[in-house]
């Protein structure tokens, strides 16, 4: 691994975020719900590689501006990020022995050399190194589900049961979670100096 080092100008790293959202009620038990939901990271903590070789013929190490020394990691306070969302929900609340919750995000999130989450670029390509957060997960989609089985005392089916019967098919209920998403970003990478 490169040797570490960092700028002594620390900035408190802050996250800003708005929202807004518009609920309806269509029938009873049944909603539905539409939202905008952004933020932005300021001054997170980043990553570059300095003391890196710009390209060109001829030995490595020379074209280094310090020769002495390999790559070096250096961390300073002036990384971004930010996350902009369409969030959509629709609600049946539990009634006749039924819900059903459904929910569907559209994001992008986007960062630049700041949220160590993938590799650090040479600092002369800081301001050009920017593209989705490698948790970016552009498309969610989850549902959730209550049914009451209508088997039993009280039900549509077999309601005149005996006890023991009643027991063994009374009472029953159906449930799933369900979700659908886009897979993460992935980036192939060296391990080694590029240089």
């Known amino acids: 691994p490169a040797p570490t080092t960092g700028g002594t100008d620390y900035a408190t790293t802050y996250t800003q975020t708005w929202n807004f959202n518009v609920q309806h009620e269509f029938a009873n038990n049944v909603a539905v719900e539409a939202a905008y939901v952004g933020n932005k990271g300021t001054h997170m903590q980043s990553s570059s590689e300095y003391n890196v070789p710009l390209p060109g013929a001829g030995n490595i190490q020379a074209r280094r501006p310090y020769p002495q020394w390999g790559v070096l990691d250096y961390k300073i306070w002036g990384g971004s990020s930010t996350y902009n969302s369409l969030q959509a929900k629709i609600e049946k609340r539990f009634s006749n022995g039924f819900s059903l919750l459904g929910s569907y995000t559209f994001s992008k999130c986007l960062d630049g050399p700041g949220s160590e989450e993938g590799g650090s670029p040479a600092f002369y390509l800081d301001n050009r190194y920017r593209g989705p ?3 970016n997960v552009p498309h969610n989609f989850v549902t959730s589900y209550v049914w009451e089985l209508p088997f039993g005392h009280g039900r549509k ?5 005996g006890r023991v019967a009643d027991f063994l098919i009374g009472g029953w209920q159906w449930q799933g979670i369900n979700t659908y998403q886009s897979g993460v970003p992935y980036s ?3 391990s080694t100096d590029r240089a």
């Open 133 to 135: 957060c490698n948790f």
């Open 157 to 161: 089916f077999l309601s005149t049961a």
């Open 188 to 190: 192939v990478g060296i």
